[in-house]
């Protein structure tokens, strides 16, 4: 069963010696293997852009008494999602924490068909791969943890980022529906479901955010809430939203976040004149 976990060598016994993190070359996934590696976590970092993986590589080995491995690939090739799995199996993998991720926002008929098919891939397709597989090993580990990234926008419809929050809706419910099967097997799952996070993410997606939490934080929550929760919320719209807002009819929440969604691709459009 799942079990409360404290910081520290503990920690680093139930989730190590090594870790898998995906999204790694930025925002909430570097943090996440930063807090990692202030665990005595054993790192190996995915992403596309193998510079700023090597140069994490180089902070966190130099900072910490830790491995790390640079896995630089697109997870938006089955093979290459493939190829990854096979790579890693040498490794004693305790924890995964899926980062890797993009959104699209606009009107659903004008975002080009190509780029949310790859969205489906690396945030839906990918992630189900990863987690598949390694569920499979912890699970003959007898112990392990797995992280995922929802999003606030999991929980119902959302014009305007529609492929987005579909895919983000399908992480969350794999998320919640795995953690009762695995617990039995001594293995934690975890979704994150933030509101606006201060990376890269929204520019890349073409929004434009108002008021957004710091990823350190979203990441430092999210590990410590391990084997303790099924979702965890951070930020004021993220609590707001999923809270507050839990009682209304997924139509009323829906209509909100159209309202929300429009205004931060309006704003970007204007930043962009
Ligand atoms: N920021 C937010 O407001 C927010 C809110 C809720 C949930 N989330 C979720 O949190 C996760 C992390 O987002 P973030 O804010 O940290 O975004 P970010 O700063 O843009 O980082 C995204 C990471 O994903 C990697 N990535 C993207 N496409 C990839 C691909 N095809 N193959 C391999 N790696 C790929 C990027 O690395 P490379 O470019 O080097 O490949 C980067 O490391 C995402 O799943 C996102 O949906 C974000």
Redesign the pocket.
């Known amino acids: 069963m799942a079990t409360e976990h404290s910081s520290g060598a503990m920690w680093r016994d139930r989730f190590g010696p090594w870790a898998l993190v995906?999204?790694?070359?930025?925002?909430?996934?570097?943090e996440m293997a930063r807090e990692l590696a202030r665990r005595g976590l054993n790192l190996v970092l995915?992403?596309?852009?193998e510079d700023?993986l090597t140069s994490l590589a180089v902070e966190l080995e130099g900072k910490h008494k830790i491995d790390c491995r640079v896995i630089a690939?697109?997870?938006?090739e089955r093979a290459a999602v493939e190829a990854l799995l096979v790579e890693t199996e040498p490794f004693d993998i305790g924890l995964l924490v899926a980062?890797?991720?993009?959104?699209t926002a606009g009107l659903f008929v004008d975002l080009p068909l190509a780029s949310e098919i790859d969205m489906l891939e690396?945030?839906c397709s990918a992630v189900l791969s990863m987690t598949h597989t390694m569920a499979r090993r912890f699970v003959r580990r007898g112990q392990g943890g797995i992280i995922l990234?929802?999003?606030?926008v999991a929980f119902q419809g959302v014009p305007y980022a529609a492929t987005y929050a579909a895919t983000?809706a399908f992480v969350q419910t794999l998320a919640e529906s795995i953690r009762p099967e695995l617990a039995l097997a001594g293995v934690d799952v975890i979704a994150s479901a933030?509101?606006?996070?201060a990376?890269?993410?929204?520019a890349?997606s073409g929004l434009a955010?108002g008021r957004?939490e710091e990823?350190g934080v979203v990441a430092r929550q999210t590990i410590a809430a391990l084997g303790r929760k099924t979702t965890v919320r951070r930020g004021f719209l993220a609590k707001f939203l999923i809270g507050s807002l839990a009682t209304l009819p997924r139509s009323a929440r829906t209509r909100i976040m159209s309202g929300i969604m429009h205004g931060m691709v309006r704003k970007h459009a204007a930043l962009q004149k």
């Not at 980062?99 to 959104?103: D, R």
């Not at 933030?194 to 996070?197: F, I, R």
């Not at 990376?199 to 929204?202: H, K, S």
């Open positions: 995906t999204g790694a070359s930025d925002g909430i996934g570097q995915v992403a596309r852009r700023r690939t697109d997870l938006g980062c890797a991720g993009f959104g690396v945030n990234m929802s999003s606030i983000k933030p509101a606006p996070v990376t890269g993410f929204a890349r955010m957004a990823p």
